[in-house]
């Protein structure tokens, strides 16, 4: 069995001596032998292949080697032994082959050559490359004379640099006197070789310090080449003409370049005008990353140059008087480079192995082969070696057989050259990986559990999964060539102990490693994209979630780098605040979320935005007396479209300081055609609207002046007003300055009397907005004009206008007036128009003025007579007086008016009010009581409405339940005014209803209530009962239904229960449409109005307000014996007279239910 280190490749071989090769995955690495095992020398560090060295510090080439025993070396110079130990200028640093060569104080040049390192043990010897060791060197320019240079304009030039030749080479610059730069452009460009190039001169080229710089990088140094002047003459210059190529010349060239490097293509051309240089590969596309175009196109540059960059490309140079072609024929040629470089391999006695050395290159290259730095050819023989080609098999190799292999592969372009070691041992299995060592990994990602092993032979690993379960290759798991066990897809359930076995026929030995799976790190909320005003605040946030055992740090960048080291910056748990905003804090904003595992981000980009910049370079073209076209340059919008452009004006001439707006337009346009009016001296201003708000206007535009013209429109808005008799007011609004359109602005005011033949009369008026007319007839309508007129003309025809003149009070007064009295309360009046011309202006109306002299029955008049006015507008001939008093003699007049005011009053009419039915009763009170009686007193209306006829009385008893009994009714003549009611049931509430009459029937009725006086007389027993045995049951029994009664009473009370004779009330109408029933003196349905007095001691006054009564007296003033019944119990007067003073107050509920001592009567 064989096992390689070099290439990736295993090598199992059978007894047979067959050979299978393995190519392992990308999970194979490098075998490592173990230091304290013999091995033969491993080269690990070098220096390049050439080394160029400053000759003011010293050469220190690299040589670093490792191997057991550890490795001594040698050097050789220019292919001979270089003894260190005698050249006292150079030291061997101790332990390892680096040379370090102390060139002060002597010449560099006598340790330039070609170096290589040897590293020796017991087991091989292993060699370094060739290292090329050359001095830097920067020589000084050759000392020439350079010409001045007259050229004609239009001419191509080229200025040649010819820098010396210097190690590396130099790079070049071409700058003036001061060291400034010259500028380059697509007419002036500098090539590869140094030269200067003009596609054609200008006049502006003239100069005489065209100085042409080397800088040599090694050195540090800059040489100077000796100026050149170039003037460019004018008089004769050459005249366009077609382009043509000044580098590379002729048609077509050829370049070379090796794999993997930069290729430069570089095409300059000449011609007038300046051409433009384009780039195109036959049969191919230049679309590539590594494609890239320099100094204005003339440059084409590939890097990492490969075979399918070969071929034709070329490049045009276009002016517009032709073009000009020119091919570069590109070859790609490679030096060698490594397909499969040789591994170390280590072999167990007896066991077959290969050592390969795979490489390509343009042209091939050859391989040759050695063995510990003898080619192999003159090595010892060894009959287990063979050598085909790139490959060297050995067979059945025995102990201290080791030894270093040495493949060079060179062509004409390169080489490369490689060691790899041979070491055969006997050795069992070490696992090199930590022990316990513990691998965390996120969910979802591969998990890598690395068992870095050792033996010879190579051991076979085995992976077992918590001490128990084999771990096999398949869906999940991986086991690579190198022992690491890979799995895919890593989840939870994956975590916890993972033990690797390394066996090989010497030995075995484990090694245990623990997996860990997180959940992953991810941004919940991200960072959104802002739109910001200036001046304000933004806030990103960034909300993370993570697994609890791993500690997040958050980061956030801006544009990809560091924020700003600013206090308005505040990194918050989970978010960034950005304070006071300015235009600078633009851009991409990004959090970042590491854990020790993984990382998660996201951006969000911040625009700033604020009002536009004003615009800028106003330009007036276009100019006509009555339009000029205004253009502008539109300021940075900050992120912000424009939405329009507000152009305004001043009028310096009529209105200087005040800027009027004068149209706007789209945000898209930059410039605006103006409509002007004559005779203003404008000046422009132009703002710009975006999201934000307006800017700050622009600077003023220059003054432009339009020439006066005649009036274009006529003063607005004419208004004729009569104010007073005999005169007529014409106003107007005056034309603004800029409606003059020119010097000596008056208004032409013309009139006339409409409907006549009269010829017009004209004023002029100046400076002023109204002109009085005097002596005009009263109320007469003029027809008026008013024009305005200038220096240069009177404006359009003005339209016509027609006014009254003033107005006077009418002449007459109403006549034939007439009363038709439908009721008590509604009278009609009827009159004779005036005449139009008394009225003498604007017909506004009838006013009739009444009043109440008296009542029919009374014989004096009032004294205090309320006169009523009511307005009839327009050419009325009658109408209505509401609101009357029956049984009452007025009295009226009537005037007309007009705007003035009003005519004379017409001579006083009078008219009488028929009956109508009476008020309610001034009063109702229960003046006494008693067990079966009560005494009721009350006063006659206050308004009687007629002859008074008599009073009727309505009344019914209430029981503890609110059922009302049977009304009982009682007529009372005019003059009586009480009345006692006997035969009552004692200790029982009462409800009366008492209303007056006339001829026209009844009034309003008023309410009252009250109770009788309980009983409390015992009958006397000649038993003394009270000791009797059912007599104290019935009385326990009794008393327990008096509470149960109480608490029922209760109840009802708190719900504000009403009597069933509500419902009832509810359903009536008012008294006067349903009055008391004559013929039999009953009463009629009773109106709802009768619900909204209270049951006790209440009435209603004919106002419809509630009072309470004045004998507002509680029934123990009237009982007999009742002081002692009553202050048993102590609740009853309380109740009562607290319910009765609520309900006086409210004034519009029914009576509540019954005190509860009246239910406890009411049932013994």
């Known amino acids: 069995m064989a096992h390689s280190t070099a290439d990736g490749n295993m090598v199992w071989v059978s007894g047979s001596g067959a050979v299978l090769l393995i190519f392992l995955s990308h999970m194979t690495s490098a075998l490592e032998v173990p230091l304290d095992l013999p091995q033969p020398p491993t080269i690990t560090l070098q220096s390049p292949k050439d080394y160029i060295f400053d000759p003011r510090e010293n050469i220190v080439i690299h040589c670093e080697a490792k191997g057991k025993p550890h490795p001594f070396f040698s050097w050789t110079r220019n292919g001979t032994h270089f003894d260190v130990e005698k050249d006292s200028k150079v030291l061997m640093k101790p332990g390892s082959g680096t040379l370090v060569i102390d060139i002060s104080g002597e010449k560099a040049e006598a340790y330039e050559g070609t170096y290589q390192c040897t590293a020796h043990n017991d087991h091989g010897t292993a060699v370094s490359n060739n290292f090329v060791i050359r001095q830097s060197r920067s020589p000084l320019w050759s000392k020439e004379r350079n010409d001045a240079i007259t050229v004609q304009r239009g001419v191509s030039l080229v200025l040649q640099c010819r820098p010396p030749a210097g190690l590396p080479p130099p790079l070049i610059l071409w700058m003036d006197n001061n060291l400034q730069k010259l500028p380059l452009d697509q007419r002036v460009s500098q090539a590869l070789n140094g030269d200067l190039y003009f596609a054609n001169v200008l006049p502006e080229d003239t100069r005489s310090d065209y100085i042409c710089y080397a800088r040599f990088p090694h050195t540090r140094t800059i040489q100077q080449k000796q100026p050149i002047s170039v003037t460019v003459l004018d008089n004769r ?87 000009a072609h020119h091919v570069i024929k590109v070859t790609v040629k490679a030096a060698p480079f490594w397909i499969s470089a040789p591994r170390n391999l280590i072999l167990a006695p007896n066991e077959t192995g290969i050592v390969t050395c795979r490489v390509n290159g343009e042209p091939k290259p050859q391989i040759s082969w050695f063995v510990n730095g003898v080619p192999i050819a003159n090595a010892p023989e060894d009959k287990s070696r063979k050598v085909e080609d790139d490959t060297v098999i050995l067979s059945s190799v025995q102990s201290g057989s080791s030894a270093v292999y040495q493949c ?166 989970d978010r960034l605040n950005i304070k006071d905003v300015t235009s600078e804090d633009e851009g991409t904003y990004t959090c970042i979320v590491n854990t020790t595992l993984d990382r998660d981000s996201a951006s969000a980009m911040l625009t700033v935005v604020e009002k536009p910049d004003p615009p800028t370079d106003l330009e007036l073209t276009d100019q006509t007396d009555r339009s000029v076209q205004l253009t502008w340059i539109p300021g940075d919008d900050h992120n912000s479209p424009t939405q329009k452009f507000l152009i305004q004006y001043e009028d310096l001439l009529h209105q200087p300081g005040t800027w009027n707006n004068l149209t706007d337009v789209v945000g898209t346009s930059t410039t605006a055609q103006l409509n002007l009016s004559p005779f203003v001296y404008y000046s422009f201003r132009v703002l710009a609207l975006n999201h934000v708000g307006y800017s700050d206007p622009s600077q003023p535009s220059r003054q432009y002046r339009t ?26 609004t005056q034309l603004t300055g800029l409606q003059s359109n020119g010097p000596g602005l008056e208004y032409k005011v013309q009139w006339r009397q409409k409907d006549t033949d009269t010829d017009w009369s004209s004023q002029n008026v100046a400076n002023d907005s109204k002109f009085i007319m005097t002596g005009t007839p ?50 009609e009046v ?31 008049e009032e004294k205090d007579h309320k006169e009523q006015v009511l307005m009839f507008s327009g050419n009325r001939s ?34 009488e009010t028929p009956e109508g039915v009476p008020g309610s009763p001034s009063f109702l009170n229960i003046v006494s009581s008693s067990l079966d009686s009560i005494t009721l007193e009350w006063g006659p209306p206050k308004n009687s409405n007629g002859r008074l006829a008599g009073y009727t009385l309505k009344y019914q008893a209430v029981n503890n339940t609110n059922e009302v009994g049977p009304a009982k009714y009682m007529n009372f003549l005019a003059n009586e005014t009480r009345i006692t009611l006997g035969n009552l049931n004692a200790s029982m509430l009462y409800k009366f209803y008492l209303s007056a009459k006339t001829i026209k029937g009844s009034g309003h009725i008023i309410t009252e209530e009250g109770f009788t006086v309980m009983d409390t007389a015992v009958p006397s027993r000649q038993v003394d009962i009270a000791t009797q045995g059912w007599f104290i049951g019935l009385m326990c029994a009794i008393a327990l239904l008096i509470l149960v009664l109480l608490i029922v009473c209760f109840i009802k009370r708190n719900k504000g ?13 008012d008294p006067e449409i349903q009055p008391m029933k004559e013929d039999d003196g009953t009463f009629g349905e009773y109106s709802d109005t009768e619900d909204h007095k209270p049951l006790k001691g209440s009435r209603t006054p004919s106002n419809g307000t509630v009072r309470r009564d004045e004998s507002d007296d509680s029934l123990v003033d009237y009982g007999e014996g009742g002081d002692g019944q009553f202050n048993e119990d102590g609740s009853f007067i309380g109740q009562y007279s607290g319910k009765k003073e609520k309900d006086t107050h409210e004034g519009n509920e029914s009576s509540e239910a019954p005190s509860p001592v009246n239910a406890m009567n009411s049932f013994v």
């Open 237 to 323: 210059p050459e005249g366009e003409h077609r382009p043509g190529f000044m580098l590379p010349l002729g048609p077509a060239s050829t370049q070379m370049v090796l794999r993997g490097e930069t290729l430069v293509l570089e095409c300059i051309a000449e011609g007038l005008p300046t051409p433009e240089i384009s780039w195109q590969k036959d049969g191919g596309e230049l679309i590539s990353s590594r494609i890239s175009l320099h100094n204005f196109k003339k440059m084409l540059k590939i890097s990492e140059v490969n075979e399918a960059d070969a071929g034709d490309y070329r490049c045009t140079a276009t002016n517009k008087l032709g073009t």
């Open 408 to 573: 060079n592969a060179s062509n004409e372009f390169g080489y490369l050259m490689a060691n790899a070691f041979v070491s055969v041992l006997a050795e069992p299995p070490r696992v090199l990986t930590p022990p316990n060592q513990v691998y965390q990994v996120i969910t979802n990602n591969p998990a890598l559990l690395h068992c870095s092993s050792f033996g010879s032979p190579l051991p076979t690993i085995t992976w077992f999964k918590d001490s128990q379960t084999s771990v096999k290759d398949g869906d999940q798991y991986v086991i690579h060539e190198n022992g690491t066990l890979e799995i895919h897809v890593a989840q939870p359930l994956n975590s916890g102990k993972y033990t690797c076995i390394a066996t090989n026929n010497l030995g075995i030995k484990e090694n245990h490693v623990f997996l860990e799976v997180k959940e992953p790190t991810r941004i919940l909320k991200q960072p959104e994209y802002k739109v910001v005003q200036r001046g304000m605040s933004a806030v990103f946030e960034c909300k993370v979630k993570h697994d609890h055992s791993l500690v997040p740090t958050m980061t956030w960048l801006k544009d990809n780098a560091e924020l700003p080291e600013d206090g308005r910056f505040a990194v918050e748990t």
């Open 707 to 732: 020439n006066p013209a005649a009036p274009d429109e006529n003063p607005s808005d004419v208004q004729v007003v009569g104010t007073e008799p005999g005169s007529l007011v014409i106003s107007w």
């Open 778 to 827: 009263t109320f007469v309508p003029f027809e008026i004009k008013v024009q305005a007129i200038n220096d240069y003309g009177s404006g359009p025809e003005p339209e016509l206008v027609v006014g009254y003149s003033g107005e006077d009070l009418p002449l007459s007064a109403p006549e034939s007036i007439q009363v038709m009295v439908n009721n008590g309360t509604l009278a």
């Open 830 to 860: 009827h009159w004779e128009p005036v005449s139009p011309n008394s009225v003498r202006g604007k017909l506004q109306g009838y006013k009739v003025f009444y009043w109440r002299e008296r009542g029919l029955h009374e014989t004096e």
């Open 878 to 911: 009658e109408g209505r007086l509401p609101g009357l008093q029956p049984y009452s003699l007025y009295k009226l007049f009537i005037k007309v008016f007009n705007s003035k005011g009003d005519g004379p009053p017409s001579p006083n009419k009078t008219f």
């Open 1057 to 1069: 229960g009403k009597y069933p004779v509500k419902e009832k009330e509810e359903a009536h109408q």
